[in-house]
């Protein structure tokens, strides 16, 4: 089946650390995006990429960085930069980006990180 | 810029009623508008969207939504609500132009039996 692979589903880090957040399509989507859900806060996005070896800041971008080398992946690094990493975060796809605004985007399950 | 509004955080309906779940929005041209919904822990699953033609739209689960211009909204809604629908949904709006998509802060919908 096609679709979003996110991993790892919980993970706990210690102030000061890194962490990298895993996302794979096999959908052939084009566009891949990460957002941060929190509550009362709705979605918010982070960073998005229109194609491999491309990307662009979103609305929530300090503290954060990725990169898009295959098409099938998007991972996300929450540095230490980040004031207040603790979120639920979700990565989303759609066919590409800009075809008359209509895609729909495709969203993995989520990735739960707390900050110990 | 780009905006979307939900007016009510949470929503609680009789099973069976019908339900409606308010959007708003706010683009400088034609919008793209969407609804999506979210179970407990778990991603975002597409129900239904707005690009052009009829302004009553039909989507997965018995959903449907109405595309009001002069009004700049987008409401969800169904006939009959199930216990099952209780979830939490999102409008989300982008325009002609080559930015993302907005999501509102979501409405909480409990439905009960």
Same mark, same amino acid.
């Given at each position: 089946?096609? =679709?979003?692979?996110?991993?790892?589903?919980?993970?706990?880090?210690?102030?000061?650390?890194?962490?990298?957040?895993?996302?794979?399509?096999? &959908?052939?989507?084009?566009?891949?995006?990460?957002? +941060?859900?929190?509550? =009362?806060?709705?979605?918010?996005?982070?960073?998005?990429?229109?194609?491999?070896?491309? /990307?662009?800041? =979103?609305?929530? %971008?300090?503290?954060?960085?990725?990169?898009?080398?295959?098409?099938?992946? /998007?991972?996300?690094?929450?540095?230490?930069?980040?004031?207040?990493?603790?979120?639920?975060? &979700?990565?989303?796809?759609?066919?590409?980006?800009?075809? %008359?605004? %209509?895609?729909?985007?495709? /969203?993995?399950?989520?990735? +739960?990180?707390?900050? &110990? | 810029?780009?905006?979307?509004?939900?007016?009510?955080?949470?929503?609680?309906?009789?099973?069976?009623?019908?339900?409606?779940?308010? #959007?708003?929005?706010?683009?400088?041209?034609?919008? !793209?508008?969407?609804?999506?919904?979210? !179970?407990?822990?778990?991603?975002?699953?597409?129900?239904?969207?707005?690009?052009?033609?009829?302004?009553?739209?039909?989507?997965? !689960?018995?959903?449907?939504?109405?595309?009001?211009?002069?009004?700049?909204?987008?409401?969800?809604?169904?006939?009959?609500?199930?216990?099952?629908?209780?979830?939490? !949904?999102? #409008?989300?709006?982008?325009?002609?132009?080559?930015?993302?998509?907005?999501?509102?802060?979501?409405?909480?919908?409990?439905?009960?039996?």
């Amino acid at each position: 089946d096609g =679709g979003i692979t996110q991993s790892p589903k919980y993970l706990f880090r210690k102030e000061g650390q890194n962490v990298t957040l895993s996302c794979e399509q096999n &959908l052939n989507h084009d566009a891949m995006y990460w957002y +941060r859900q929190d509550p =009362g806060q709705g979605l918010r996005l982070i960073y998005y990429s229109q194609i491999v070896n491309d /990307f662009q800041k =979103g609305d929530i %971008a300090e503290g954060y960085s990725v990169s898009r080398e295959k098409k099938e992946s /998007f991972p996300l690094t929450v540095t230490s930069a980040q004031k207040n990493p603790t979120a639920f975060y &979700l990565c989303a796809s759609s066919i590409d980006f800009g075809t %008359a605004g %209509a895609n729909v985007l495709t /969203f993995g399950a989520g990735s +739960r990180l707390t900050v &110990l | 810029a780009q905006s979307v509004a939900q007016p009510e955080d949470q929503v609680n309906v009789a099973e069976g009623n019908p339900l409606t779940v308010k #959007c708003t929005y706010s683009v400088s041209g034609n919008p !793209y508008l969407f609804w999506y919904v979210q !179970y407990p822990n778990r991603g975002l699953q597409f129900l239904l969207k707005y690009i052009t033609g009829d302004n009553l739209v039909k989507g997965s !689960y018995g959903f449907e939504a109405e595309f009001n211009k002069s009004q700049t909204s987008f409401h969800l809604k169904k006939p009959s609500a199930l216990v099952s629908d209780s979830a939490l !949904y999102f #409008c989300a709006v982008r325009d002609e132009g080559n930015t993302p998509l907005v999501f509102g802060k979501g409405t909480r919908l409990s439905v009960i039996a």
